[in-house]
């Protein structure tokens, strides 16, 4: 039966690998790479969902939120610093920051120092609303100077300037806190307030990369954003570049954007493998075992003396870490930061399409939902419009039901990631490569 399922898993690795293949045969070899490297992207997003869901049973609705705190630490660690910037206002915001930290600690100490009565809740009014007022003051301050610097190009403060390579963990490290806190208030609850929390939470997240320019430019954007491989025009400079373009009889142009492309590729798969790699050691270890004997009965796991909430929130944190680098990937692969393109709702229905297509529970499954839907979600809307075209090039040039079917091909994707994921639940239920 093992065998059986090997063979399986192996077959369809092959067919993704066949549709990839022929995107670069029929269409070109730059659209395929770009899918390819999106396609490895998603298989990671898919793989820290499938921590928290196939592992734990941990129903997570805001994963755009943690791919947010991934782009949000590249801009933070791989953006140069604007100097003009911090001079204007730059040490007031880290005042204020300080102060608003302080408050929040001084606020805990009271509370747990002070016996309940009026004393506590006079000291607690009293931080709380002094507090705030002082970092308002201080903060609005330099949020103005910060913005008022060339608000056109910069408007914020940049980053370190640090290798961006260095922002993909400090991604899952931003995305693991935050998953840390949310975790502490909503796990051991029911798991619809972790979904309720999580998607809040997501959408505070965005809220503050759209509102706040200072730290993200808002809708402005922040663009550029250091690249870990060379720019297409740096390798259209190089001589043994140029020569071996010639050699091969390749314009150097689309020569320079495949190249560049499969060192993006180079780089995520190295880190795919490596997070494949610890998942299944840790699927297949007695953290793993323990795990899913907490997933299918938590009752039983307590009972012998498993710490249920604590596990929760040990593989909660580390799936929104892998997210978060997934984030940080991502941004670096676009080389900007676009808050408006973080659409929870939307992407984050793709990624548990990945998930439960390619089989919950099964790291391997996920990494091939993630190729596949990818594939899918891209290539769809063009194929549809082939279609269409197809099938009214019979019909007259006024008809009314050749301009509906053709403006209908724009929403074959969703069309086509429901049709997916009604066929698969029904004729598949546990995904395509089940858990074992």
Known sequence: MTGVRDIRAVALFAAVAVLYLGTGFVQSWNIAL?????????????????????????????????????????????????????????????????LGAATIIAAILVWSKLAPGRLRALGMVVILIGGFALFRTVFDGGVIAVEAVNPAATGFLGGLGLPVLVAWPVGGVLAAGAAW?????????????????????????????????????????????????????????????????????????????????????????????????????????????????????????????????????????????????????????????????????????????????????????????????WWLWIQVEPLGQLLMQSITSGMAEGSWLRAHLLEAAAHMRLMTMGVILLLVLRFSPRGLIPER
């Open 181 to 373: 806190l949310i975790g502490k208030t909503a796990l051991g609850l029911r798991s619809d307030y972790l979904a309720i929390a999580t998607l809040g939470i997501s959408e505070i997240i965005i809220a503050v990369l759209k509102n706040e320019d200072w730290l993200t430019r808002g809708v402005k954007n922040v663009t550029g954003v250091p690249r870990p491989v060379p720019y297409e025009v740096e390798l259209q400079q190089t001589p043994w570049f140029t020569d071996l373009a010639a050699r091969l009889g390749a314009d150097p142009v689309s020569m320079s954007s495949i190249m560049v492309k499969l060192s993006y590729a180079g780089l995520f798969m190295v880190v795919l493998l490596v997070l494949i790699w610890f998942s299944q050691k840790a699927w297949n270890s007695p953290w793993g075992r323990m795990m899913r004997a907490i997933r299918d009965n938590e009752v039983s796991a307590a009972a012998m003396g498993k710490d249920v909430k604590a596990r929760h929130l040990q593989v909660f944190v580390l799936g929104s870490a892998v997210v978060g680098m997934a984030g940080a990937m991502m941004t670096t692969l676009d080389s900007q930061l676009v808050p408006s393109s973080y659409q929870p709702l939307r992407f984050t229905f793709l990624v548990w399409v990945m998930v439960i297509v390619g089989g919950s529970g099964n790291n391997w499954g996920a990494v091939l939902g993630g190729f596949l839907i």
């Open 34 to 98: 770009s899918i390819f490297n999106m396609g490895l992207v998603s298989a990671i997003l898919a793989l820290g969902v499938n921590m928290q869901w196939g592992y734990a049973g941990l129903f997570n609705v805001g994963v755009m939120g943690f791919v947010a705190l991934g782009g949000l630490a590249t801009v933070l660690i791989a953006v140069p610093p604007v100097e003009d910037a911090w001079a204007a206002g730059g040490l007031r915001i880290v005042l204020a920051l300080v």
